[in-house]
């Protein structure tokens, strides 16, 4: 490795991966030994943000007036650790929360992030790193290191209180062999030989083994990280007994998950995997999770229900570390060659309209995802093989459109374009697996709902075109053919929220054979998002929903959605294939026309009638014959 110096050594200065390596990664898999060297990769450049973020803030905060703390020291101190162990430093300098800290600290120092924390703390933060390497590596020290909210956290060890009444203040921490002493002004922590027990005012680091033998991979359970959060310092959030036991279970089960079905994936997650910071459960059947590029190995995760969702949610999370490690060697995607707005995509699995970066980071993880559900429904029992037939569906299909949507898209990069086209063959070889009947119909109109939804929120038809139908329609002509091919633009709407009901309803139902999901207070209540309509198509209670969204659509202020929904409605009337089969594919202009007509005519026109109108198939009302 390269000193804290930068003296190189004898390894290349160039990090390149193996071809075999690659072809794995292009796939969207990769093995074990394909993460080390991306590892080795992220070591380098970790090294490099450090020292030039030491270069560039050293001058800024040590030995000035209103720094309480030496950055100076707390090099040299790091310096001395890695003289005696340089495996700790390696450590401390690997973890996520660090990777965050050093991008945080770099953005804050160029002005591109603003921060409230005062500039000294948010680099006397290499104290603490130092300190904890010091610590770790049980040499003599004493060093000054900040306090937030009377918080003194150590990463990889564990964080001590100090009760003050202060926002940021300093602590002293001294330690040698056998003990580690934090003392601030509110009080002393005094921290024995095993820094791994409780003590008062002490929390040490908690962590989860995941698997066995020689197998075996220990995580850390991040509780205290300031930087664990990816976007900037956060007090720490201690688990409580019960959801820490939680948590080891659920770790548990997916990782045997993952073992039988993915050995693959779990040899690279073992290697990769640093730390899982536990976020609150959630919603069923819509968990929440993060990563960063900044944090090679660090997951921000809620508890999920079933241990197949953790598990689907490590593959999503760990590809797109994957690919994140992958973009800081080489580019994907060439940046715009004008200030113009770049181009924003529909990607299925998202609210708001999405960059090219962003759509390739969707595609790389959910083609994990996918991968895994086809594997695990095959060994999925009980109610819990619909829902796994039920998501290699959906996701098979959501990835094989994103992918349709950029795979050519003129600013990807040779790399980018190699990468989707592989992901594109392997997507392609799994269009044909057998589905059951039913968990591919949910799964399709799941997916139909949130392509309507999107674009009702998200386009804007041109108002010339608009115009252009709203004068037909009122001569009482037929629907102009131009509104079939022009063009649309993409507007972000930030109200577009849970557009992904349709799909979580589904799973309500697919998990309760018995059908108490019926129950709209059982299942649709504590699904976001979910109004009565929603309900009544999810139970496909069709006649009832068309008889619902009539009344808005003709009488109400509708929210926006409702084209969507009524295309859904229309599905199972014959004589209204043509209405819904446009309001599927584009609702944005019914709502367009349907608004003009009524902001600027007062008109009211019946819902489906315009639908079929604007879909080439029917007359407006009171034309002759």
Same mark, same amino acid.
């Given at each position: 490795?390269?000193?804290?110096?930068?003296?190189?050594?004898?390894?290349?200065?160039?990090?390149?991966?193996?071809?075999?390596?690659?072809?794995?990664?292009?796939?969207?898999?990769?093995?074990?030994?394909?993460?080390?060297?991306?590892?080795?990769?992220?070591? %380098?450049?970790?090294?490099?943000?450090?020292?030039?973020?030491?270069?560039?803030?050293?001058?800024?905060?040590?030995?000035?007036?209103?720094?309480?703390? %030496?950055?100076?020291?707390?090099?040299?101190?790091?310096?001395?650790?890695?003289? &005696?162990?340089?495996?700790?430093?390696?450590?401390?300098?690997?973890?996520?929360?660090?990777?965050?800290?050093?991008?945080?600290?770099?953005?804050?120092?160029? &002005?591109?992030? !603003?921060? @409230?924390?005062?500039?000294?703390?948010?680099?006397?933060?290499?104290?603490?790193?130092?300190?904890?390497?010091?610590?770790?590596?049980?040499?003599?020290?004493?060093?000054?290191?900040?306090?937030?909210?009377?918080?003194?956290?150590?990463?990889?060890?564990?964080?001590?209180?100090?009760?003050?009444?202060?926002?940021?203040?300093?602590?002293?921490?001294?330690?040698?062999?056998?003990?580690?002493?934090?003392?601030?002004?509110?009080?002393?922590?005094?921290?024995?030989?095993?820094?791994?027990?409780?003590?008062?005012?002490?929390?040490?680091?908690?962590?989860?083994?995941?698997?066995?033998?020689?197998?075996?991979?220990?995580?850390?359970?991040?509780?205290?990280?300031? /930087?664990?959060?990816?976007?900037?310092?956060?007090?720490?959030?201690?688990?409580?007994?019960?959801?820490?036991?939680?948590?080891?279970? %659920?770790?548990?089960?997916?990782?045997?998950?993952?073992?039988?079905?993915?050995?693959?994936?779990?040899?690279?997650?073992?290697?990769?995997?640093?730390?899982?910071?536990?976020?609150?459960?959630?919603?069923?059947?819509?968990?929440?999770?993060?990563?960063?590029?900044?944090?090679?190995?660090?997951?921000?995760?809620?508890?999920?229900?079933?241990?197949?969702?953790? #598990?689907?949610?490590?593959?999503?999370?760990?590809?797109?570390?994957?690919?994140?490690?992958?973009?800081?060697?080489?580019?994907?995607?060439?940046?715009?060659?004008?200030?113009?707005?770049?181009?924003?995509?529909?990607?299925?699995?998202?609210? !708001?309209?999405?960059?090219?970066?962003?759509?390739?980071?969707?595609?790389?993880?959910?083609?994990?995802?996918?991968?895994?559900?086809?594997?695990?429904?095959?060994?999925? @029992?009980?109610?819990?093989?619909?829902?796994?037939?039920?998501?290699?569906?959906?996701?098979?299909?959501?990835?094989?459109?994103?992918?349709?949507?950029?795979?050519?898209?003129?600013?990807?990069?040779?790399?980018?374009?190699?990468?989707?086209?592989?992901?594109?063959?392997?997507?392609?070889?799994?269009?044909? !697996?057998?589905?059951?009947?039913?968990?591919?119909?949910? #799964?399709?109109?799941?997916?139909?709902?949130?392509?309507?939804?999107?674009?009702?929120?998200?386009?804007?038809?041109?108002?010339?075109?608009?115009?252009?139908?709203?004068?037909?329609?009122?001569?009482?002509?037929?629907?102009?053919?131009?509104?079939?091919?022009?063009?649309?633009?993409?507007?972000?709407?930030?109200?577009?929220?849970?557009?992904?009901?349709?799909?979580?309803?589904?799973?309500?139902?697919?998990?309760?054979?018995?059908?108490?999901?019926?129950?709209?207070?059982?299942?649709?209540?504590?699904?976001?998002?979910?109004?009565?309509?929603?309900?009544?198509?999810?139970?496909?209670?069709?006649?009832?929903?068309?008889?619902?969204?009539?009344?808005?659509?003709?009488?109400?202020?509708?929210?926006?959605?409702?084209?969507?929904?009524?295309?859904?409605?229309?599905?199972?009337?014959?004589?209204?294939?043509?209405?819904?089969?446009?309001?599927?594919?584009?609702?944005?202009?019914?709502?367009?026309?349907?608004?003009?007509?009524?902001?600027? /005519?007062?008109?009211?026109?019946?819902?489906?009638?315009?639908?079929?109108?604007?879909?080439? #198939?029917?007359?407006?009302?009171?034309?002759?014959?």
């Amino acid at each position: 490795m390269r000193s804290m110096s930068g003296t190189p050594d004898d390894r290349s200065a160039w990090h390149s991966i193996s071809a075999n390596g690659l072809d794995g990664l292009l796939q969207g898999s990769g093995d074990g030994a394909l993460v080390d060297e991306l590892i080795g990769a992220e070591h %380098s450049r970790r090294l490099l943000l450090l020292r030039a973020l030491y270069d560039r803030s050293v001058g800024l905060s040590s030995g000035s007036d209103d720094s309480p703390l %030496s950055l100076s020291d707390a090099w040299e101190l790091l310096e001395r650790v890695q003289a &005696k162990a340089p495996e700790v430093v390696e450590d401390v300098l690997m973890a996520p929360g660090t990777g965050t800290w050093l991008s945080c600290s770099l953005r804050i120092l160029r &002005k591109t992030l !603003d921060s @409230e924390i005062p500039l000294w703390a948010t680099l006397g933060h290499l104290a603490s790193l130092a300190s904890a390497s010091a610590a770790a590596a049980r040499i003599e020290f004493t060093s000054t290191v900040p306090v937030n909210q009377g918080t003194v956290s150590l990463p990889g060890l564990g964080y001590a209180v100090l009760p003050t009444d202060e926002d940021w203040t300093t602590a002293r921490v001294t330690g040698d062999q056998r003990r580690l002493r934090i003392t601030g002004s509110g009080g002393e922590v005094v921290v024995g030989p095993d820094r791994a027990r409780r003590a008062p005012g002490w929390q040490p680091t908690r962590r989860v083994t995941l698997g066995r033998g020689t197998a075996a991979r220990s995580v850390t359970l991040e509780e205290h990280d300031p /930087y664990r959060g990816f976007s900037g310092a956060s007090a720490p959030r201690a688990l409580s007994e019960s959801e820490a036991r939680a948590w080891r279970s %659920s770790l548990a089960e997916a990782w045997d998950i993952l073992q039988r079905d993915e050995p693959t994936f779990v040899d690279a997650l073992r290697r990769g995997l640093m730390s899982i910071t536990p976020l609150p459960r959630g919603e069923r059947f819509r968990p929440y999770s993060s990563s960063s590029a900044e944090a090679f190995g660090g997951l921000n995760i809620s508890l999920s229900d079933e241990g197949a969702e953790l #598990a689907a949610t490590l593959v999503h999370e760990f590809q797109h570390v994957k690919l994140g490690a992958l973009t800081h060697l080489a580019p994907l995607v060439r940046q715009p060659e004008t200030e113009e707005q770049p181009d924003l995509f529909r990607a299925p699995w998202r609210d !708001d309209p999405r960059p090219l970066e962003g759509m390739l980071h969707g595609i790389y993880a959910f083609l994990g995802v996918t991968r895994f559900w086809r594997v695990h429904r095959r060994a999925a @029992e009980g109610a819990r093989a619909p829902l796994a037939h039920f998501e290699f569906a959906l996701w098979r299909d959501a990835v094989w459109s994103a992918l349709d949507a950029v795979r050519r898209h003129e600013r990807l990069t040779p790399l980018g374009r190699r990468l989707l086209d592989s992901l594109a063959q392997s997507c392609a070889g799994w269009l044909s !697996d057998d589905v059951p009947a039913v968990e591919l119909r949910l #799964a399709r109109e799941a997916a139909a709902s949130h392509r309507a939804r999107w674009r009702e929120h998200h386009l804007r038809p041109s108002p010339e075109v608009v115009d252009e139908a709203v004068r037909a329609w009122r001569r009482r002509d037929d629907c102009p053919p131009s509104l079939h091919t022009a063009p649309v633009a993409v507007a972000p709407d930030g109200e577009a929220h849970f557009l992904d009901t349709a799909a979580v309803l589904a799973r309500h139902r697919l998990a309760a054979p018995d059908g108490s999901w019926r129950d709209p207070a059982g299942a649709g209540e504590g699904v976001r998002g979910a109004d009565r309509v929603d309900i009544l198509l999810a139970r496909e209670d069709r006649a009832d929903a068309r008889r619902e969204l009539a009344d808005r659509l003709l009488y109400g202020d509708p929210p926006v959605g409702s084209w969507a929904a009524l295309g859904r409605a229309l599905a199972d009337s014959p004589e209204q294939q043509p209405a819904c089969r446009f309001l599927l594919r584009s609702p944005e202009w019914a709502r367009a026309v349907r608004g003009t007509l009524r902001a600027e /005519y007062g008109e009211r026109p019946d819902p489906v009638v315009l639908a079929t109108w604007l879909a080439g #198939a029917g007359r407006p009302p009171g034309t002759p014959g």
